[in-house]
């Protein structure tokens, strides 16, 4: 690793290695986990989280040595890296319900020599106790069913220690429902497809294999589609779940030319909260 800047993710070798661990440890999440590394190499989600204001506020809140950070949900190595690259003196607890996200920090985390610890467990049963002092939850909230929101960050704010903070990113949006159905429908694999051939990234099986699995995937992406309508929505369940709000920010993704134009036509918008427990 001589010469090599820390802490930077090889895309290319995590989506080979997600491909492979995802057939052995995922059950209804094997798309999203095989898929994910494909997408943020081909710039088509704006859940990627290497945003410069997203660092910013990662170096800020971990200026402090020795803090520990819990990532509430993890597609892949992405948030860890950030975290790592932020403060590299910090304890990193990684909590996910699939073994696949975990499986691929364990093998990050040894390559850096992080001091990574991984639970296995659904957020919607996280009873860790006050372990942390930043809570991370990037993209998250969609996943949870909308009657389980503001219970698992109640969750969440009951894992921070005196002081902590929680790190949210969301984001908003309509739903995908008449013409540009269709339009989502015809074109969302193809584009996916094109951006990843332009840059010469091999596909982990057969083109029309892999084609039916992104078909499968984006019909599991619509429908978490404008699980937010407004961002005042979101504030409102972080308050209810015993929060104060300290910062709202709202950041911009890095997407390719296809998925940017969509996503303007669901009039997508992407929000940083930076939230304390009320005492």
């Not at 704010?157 to 015809?186: A, D």
């Not at 499968?216 to 209810?240: L, N």
């Not at 993704?253 to 969509?262: E, G, I, Q, T, W």
């Amino acid at each position: 690793m001589s010469g090599t800047l820390p802490f930077i993710e090889d895309l290319r070798q995590l989506a080979a290695q997600a491909s492979i661990i995802a057939r052995r440890r995922c059950g209804s999440c094997t798309n999203f986990h095989m898929l994910w590394p494909y997408l943020r190499l081909a710039k088509a989600s704006g859940g990627d989280v290497d945003e410069p204001f997203f660092r910013t506020a990662l170096e800020r809140m971990l200026s402090v040595r020795d803090q520990k950070v819990l990532i509430a949900g993890a597609a892949d190595t992405g948030l860890l890296a950030v975290v790592a690259r932020a403060a590299t003196r910090s304890k990193i607890i990684v909590v996910d319900r699939c073994e696949t996200p975990l499986e691929l920090c364990r093998k990050f985390a040894e390559r850096w020599f992080l001091q990574v610890e991984t639970v296995h467990s659904d957020l919607m049963n996280l009873d860790v106790g006050s372990i942390a002092d930043l809570v991370i939850a990037h993209s998250l909230l969609q996943f949870i069913p909308a009657d389980r929101r503001v219970d698992v960050l109640s969750r969440l704010r009951r894992s921070l220690r005196p002081g902590g903070r929680l790190l949210i990113v969301f984001r908003t949006s309509s739903r995908i429902e008449g013409n540009l159905l269709q339009e989502y429908r015809e074109t969302y694999s193809n584009n996916l497809i094109k951006e990843l051939e332009a840059i010469n990234i091999p596909l982990p099986e057969r083109r029309e294999d892999f084609r039916r699995r992104v078909d499968d995937y984006s019909e599991e992406r619509r429908a978490r589609e404008g699980a937010h309508h407004t961002r005042a929505d979101v504030e409102q369940m972080i308050r209810d779940a015993g929060f104060a709000i300290e910062e709202l920010t709202a950041i911009e993704a890095k997407l390719s030319a296809p998925f940017r134009d969509f996503n303007a036509k669901i009039d997508k918008r992407r929000f940083l909260i930076i939230a304390k427990p009320r005492i």
